[in-house]
Antibody, heavy 122, light 109 residues
Framework: EVQLVESGGGLVKPGGSLRLSCAAS????????MSWVRQAPGKGLEWVGR??????????DYAAPVKGRFTISRDDSKNTLYLQMNSLKTEDTAVYYC?????????????WGQGTLVTVSS | SYVLTQPPSVSVAPGQTARITCGGN??????VHWYQQKPGQAPVLVVY???DRPSGIPERFSGSNSGNTATLTISRVEAGDEADYYC????????????FGGGTKLTVL
């Protein structure tokens, strides 16, 4: 059974930093493309970014609102995905979900974690 | 950047058919995926590649995509289908970006 468990959320001041983790199990993590999706309180889903498997180059893509501030990385030896968030803004307040990315054909998000809440406030 | 437009809300009586639309410029040329999200829960994939269903998703959920509109159809709607529904595509035209629609709240009357 695929399991994705996010952690690391919490309260941080504007301008601060936070690192989220996503522990994966139930599939071959090293072969998987992974993504982060967020949801502000009472709002819709927003794609944050994606990392390819190392076999496919390990490269990343980001949404415009987070590009240059957020960094996605992975540790395949620990089956863990990370999201380093710097220069945080109040508008980054959201539940952050870790997802797997299905890459055969088009790209979609087939498994989701339960999410971790990040609150950016002074 | 590519924009997906969904109606904010759709209402339907139990047993009837709900249709939730997702509009986008020439969306028929893209693969569209749909997610269901119930309050306090993570989203769940219900349709991928326009019209395919993951295992465990009832046959009552189906999808279509043509021209400038993709549609999620839920037949014989049940109270448990009440949720927010989001469409999604991948935009490879410039930067590689995941794109979600704004979401549609399905209310079962």
């Amino acid at each position: 059974e695929v399991q994705l468990v996010e952690s690391g959320g919490g309260l941080v001041k504007p301008g601060g930093s936070l690192r989220l983790s996503c522990a994966a199990s139930g599939f071959t993590f090293s072969n998987a493309w992974m993504s982060w999706v967020r949801q502000a309180p009472g709002k819709g889903l927003e794609w944050v970014g994606r990392i390819k498997s190392k076999t496919d180059g390990g490269t990343t893509d980001y949404a415009a609102p987070v590009k240059g501030r957020f960094t996605i990385s992975r540790d395949d030896s620990k089956n863990t995905l990370y999201l380093q968030m710097n220069s945080l803004k109040t508008e980054d307040t959201a539940v952050y979900y870790c997802t797997t990315v299905q890459v055969f054909g088009s790209y979609y998000f087939d498994y989701w974690g339960q999410g971790t809440l990040v609150t950016v406030s002074s | 950047s590519y924009v997906l437009t969904q109606p904010p809300s759709v209402s339907v009586a139990p047993g009837q058919t709900a249709r939730i639309t997702c509009g986008g410029n020439n969306i028929g040329s893209k693969s569209v995926h749909w997610y269901q999200q119930k309050p306090g829960q993570a989203p769940v994939l219900v349709v991928y590649d326009d019209s395919d269903r993951p295992s465990g998703i009832p046959e009552r959920f189906s999808g279509s995509n043509s021209g400038n509109t993709a549609t999620l159809t839920i037949s014989r709607v049940e109270a448990g289908d009440e949720a927010d529904y989001y469409c999604q595509v991948w935009d490879s035209s410039s930067d590689h970006q995941g794109v979600f629609g704004g979401g549609t709240k399905l209310t079962v009357l």
